[in-house]
């Protein structure tokens, strides 16, 4: 549902906040005649009943006279109001008009209310919802019978779900929060709980500490059968609350967030304020998110939080120590230093996905991730090359809009800008800004150049107009090495930006202040500089090939004119895994977007060495399962194609073998997962039948070790017959443990066969999966058969949308079909969107359409260029 703005100049007021974003252009739905500043919150929830009773009093500021307070709510039947001040209760209760359009609840005074402090009370009810929105339930199957769990989620705007509020990020406010619960059950919000009492039969009443400031979407409640294990980190307790029985898979975590609180503190200089930091673990999964930073009270799906050993891979557990430092990194950047309207997201998932990056290369160096960063780079950029881009500081009009905000630009683009400019002013200059931000606007609400100043001021040097050009305007600078000349030991090296753009070859390019860094073969002496007015022309020591972005820190793709390209093909296996990573993913791209040969990739894939880093063979994996997409089909090629890939791969699987060998490093476990993957998808015959003999012989333990379970049962999904779909479905439903059995569910939603594809469908709309599974069924479908998925859950839409959380919908359906290389699927999507979707939300339909031209476009010019290559003998 979209919801009307209207964008005031306004003044953020912000009682005992360090600082303050006054004067900000800061849009609101709500008047500033009313200023919150505690809520005292009393919930009975009904889980059964999937209802809840609530009553809230909130202290409040009257800053001008008004007849009408407006504060927004949602779902909630308001049974009485009432408004006190000094004089005592105002003699006439107010009417009250909730409105769902607007997601406000209006009361309405019959004489004028003065500025002054008021406490404001309202008694209402509500509904407990099925997905992650507001407060939900989610049930599942336990040793004991069936069970069920109540939490929150109520980021961007779904407080007002829970709790009439004035749900804005800029109005921070205190909370104290009372529950009436099961006196079985354990109950845990942001704070610890500060008394327990009597409630009458089985009932007990709980009431945690009041709150620091803090904006409503960050406010957590969970109610469940649950266990809580413990660490300390200084003079935090950290907590795991897991469903019973489940406490010994949270011991990764605890140890991790331990680790990543203690490296917080000391990079913030800021100590994390609250007595405790938890993290709350759910089965099921959301459309939406993965896990989120409630202050005190993280809340994760157990998929990203628990280690099974029984399917947990080695991947899986460097993700959730990346999860865990993104959402800690939040305690201090999101929630104690808030951003003050959605615009500038990006300044809570930006910045906490490259803290995550740089916690997780520094406390685990034995991974090796630095290397992932090219990788989230070049996704970023995939979005960012699109008409339909926007910049990183968006603006925010809609609910739905707000919900789309996050996306790779908001995150992975954000990340990206961060390491570039990181990387230009040094480490302990950002640092040092990075500490100046955070004390001076605790507890308070900022805009990005509120961080640009920080930074500026601690490195003295001008970082603002870098990061508006990057941060302002959207799309990819593309610095273009016209000249690499060598003379008496020196290089010349000429640099031209332009922009890389993926849909308009005929575009104007946009103009940027860009950071480069240059160096011999990657590794020998660095130059660095910035390319200013669209050229600039560097000189570097010795006459290597020159490798521009060395280290891969810059956001822009690097194309090299064709005989510097064949020079870093001739000494690429020489070159740091880093820019051979950066070159890999520049020339595949690049390649795809007709600015230099489409093959050029396969060149560098030749020219990788059987032994480079389990990251290059990764990312290699990645452009030869692209490749094979594209030419997927066509009955000569195709073949002829998956034959060159597997012979590149299947060597360096065989040296790294089906089973994890004790102390292998980290990114070997990995590769073999991907490896056993990518071969399974070309089709390798060697791969799926030795993965369909492991999975026959599956009562032997050793046959599929834990670490490799997803991905031989992957193989055999893909490659299912009906009988074989009928055995993994079998397993599903008997399966116990909702991790196990919700990845067994999208096992059977990911083969390849069209008819057992369609079965999955239907299965995924009734009961039997659950209720959070439904969606990832329908999108796992979706992967392999978009326009099949598509067609189905528009055709069941009201079906589909009962298992789908809201502030997903708007861009569901669109990413459904955005994998179709169909150009008939443009006018569906459209037509869907007019339809369904407000006119001023509608980026992730154009996205979804310009995906599909693109895909249309590649495979055009793939395939041609792609059988040459192989003709030329290039197998």
């Keep these: 549902m979209s919801m ?45 009943a999937l209802t809840f009773a609530g009553k809230v009093g909130i202290s409040l500021d009257v800053l001008q006279p008004t007849t009408t307070i407006t504060l927004n709510a949602l779902d909630l039947a308001v049974s009485s109001a009432r408004l006190e001040g000094k004089g005592g209760v105002l003699a006439s209760p107010p009417r009250v008009k909730v409105d769902p359009a607007t997601q406000t609840a209006t009361l309405t005074f019959t004489d004028p209310v003065v500025p002054g402090a008021y406490r404001l009370d309202l008694e209402y009810t509500g509904r407990i919802g099925t997905q992650a929105v507001g407060l939900f339930a989610i049930d599942y199957d336990a040793p004991a019978g069936r069970k069920r769990a109540l939490f929150t989620q109520f980021e961007a705007s779904d407080a007002r779900r829970m709790v009439p509020s004035w749900d804005e990020p800029s109005y921070k406010a205190t909370f104290s929060l009372e529950a009436t619960v099961p ?10 709980v500060e008394t327990r009492s009597d409630a009458g039969p089985g009932r007990t009443r709980i009431r945690f500490a009041p709150s620091p400031r803090m904006s409503t979407y960050l406010l957590f409640f969970a109610l469940g059968d649950f266990e809580r294990v413990t660490t300390r980190a200084g003079r935090t307790e950290i907590g795991i609350v897991t469903r019973k029985g489940l406490a010994s898979q949270a011991a990764f975590a605890l140890d991790s967030s331990a680790a990543v609180l203690r490296e917080f503190d000391e990079y913030f200089g800021t100590p994390y304020p609250l007595p405790k930091l938890d993290n709350i673990a759910a089965p099921g999964r959301s459309q939406f998110f993965g896990a989120m930073e409630n202050w005190g009270a993280i809340f994760s799906f157990e998929y990203i939080l628990l280690v099974d050993p029984s399917i947990s891979t080695e991947s899986d557990r460097q993700n959730i120590f990346s999860v865990a430092a993104h959402e800690i990194s939040h305690q201090w950047f999101g929630d104690l230093v808030t951003m003050a309207w959605w615009d500038d997201l990006w300044l809570n998932e930006g910045f906490a996905s490259w803290m995550a990056g740089r916690t997780t290369e520094k406390l685990h160096p034995e991974w090796n991730t630095v290397l992932n960063a090219v990788a989230k780079r070049d996704n970023a950029m995939a979005r960012d090359a699109l008409a339909t881009t926007h910049p990183v500081v968006q603006r925010i009009e809609t609910v739905e809009q707000a919900a789309q905000a996050f996306d790779a630009i908001t995150y992975q683009k954000g990340e990206a800008v961060i390491r570039m400019l990181e990387g230009y002013v040094g480490e302990e200059a950002w640092r040092s800004g990075v500490r100046r931000y955070v004390a001076r606007h605790a507890y308070g609400n900022t805009v990005s150049d509120d961080l640009w100043k920080a930074i500026e001021s601690a490195a003295g040097k001008p970082v603002t107009a870098i990061a508006h050009d990057f941060t302002l305007q959207p799309g990819v600078p593309l610095i273009t090495v016209t000249e690499a000349a060598c003379s008496e030991g020196t290089s010349r090296v000429t640099l031209i930006q332009g922009e890389y753009t993926k849909d308009r070859p005929d575009k104007k390019p946009l103009a940027w202040r860009v950071p480069v860094i240059l160096a011999p073969e990657g590794k020998g002496q660095a130059v660095r500089a910035v390319v200013e007015g669209g050229r600039a022309t560097v000189i570097v020591p010795g006459c290597a090939p020159v490798i521009v972005n060395a280290g891969q820190t810059g956001y822009y793709r690097t194309l090299y004119a064709p005989a510097q390209f064949d020079r870093i093909v001739e000494r690429f296996a020489a070159l740091q895994a880093i820019d051979q990573l950066g070159i890999l993913t520049d020339s595949w791209a690049l390649g795809r977007a ?121 193989v055999v999904a893909r490659h299912a017959d009906a009988a074989t779909w009928e055995r993994l479905h079998a397993a599903a439903r008997i399966e116990m443990t909702p991790l196990v059995k919700d990845h067994l569910y999208t096992l059977l939603s990911s083969t390849a066969d069209e008819a057992l594809a369609r079965r999955a469908l239907a299965l995924a709309l009734t009961a039997e999966p659950g209720v959070t599974n439904s969606a990832e069924m329908i999108s796992r479908v979706g992967l392999e058969h978009p326009e099949l998925a598509f067609d189905f859950a528009v055709a069941h839409m009201d079906t589909v949308n009962a298992r789908l959380d809201a502030t997903s919908r708007s861009r569901y359906y669109a990413t459904l079909a955005g994998r179709s290389a169909d150009a008939a699927m443009i006018g569906k999507v459209q037509a869907y969107a007019t339809a369904h979707v407000d006119e001023r939300s509608r980026r992730e339909t154009d996205t979804a359409a310009a995906n599909i031209t693109d895909r249309v476009r590649v495979r055009q010019l793939v395939r041609p260029a792609v059988a040459a290559w192989l003709a030329r003998g290039s197998r």
């Design 594 to 714: 007709g600015l230099q040969p489409v093959t050029g990739a396969l060149d560098l894939v030749k020219a990788t060495p059987a032994a480079a880093d389990p990251h290059i063979y990764a990312q290699i994996a990645q452009i030869l399962w692209a490749v094979d997409e594209s030419v997927r089909g066509d009955a000569k090629l195709g073949p002829a194609f998956r034959e060159f890939a597997s012979s590149r791969l299947a060597p360096v699987f065989a040296n790294v073998g089906w089973v994890p060998r004790a102390g292998e490093p980290a990114p070997v476990a990995i590769l073999r997962n991907q490896l056993i993957e990518t071969l399974g998808v070309l089709g390798d015959q060697g791969v799926v039948a030795e993965a369909r003999r492991r999975y026959a012989a599956s009562s032997d333990s050793e046959a599929i070790p834990g670490p490799v379970r997803k991905a031989i049962l992957g």
């Design 4 to 48: 009307p703005l209207n964008r005031v100049l306004a003044a953020i007021f912000i009682t005992g906040a360090l600082a303050t974003a006054s004067a900000a252009e800061i849009p609101t739905q709500l008047p500033r005649t009313v200023r919150p500043t505690h809520y005292d919150i009393a919930l009975t929830p009904d889980a059964g």
């Design 183 to 192: 006196v079985e059950e354990m109950a845990v919000s942001n704070m610890p």
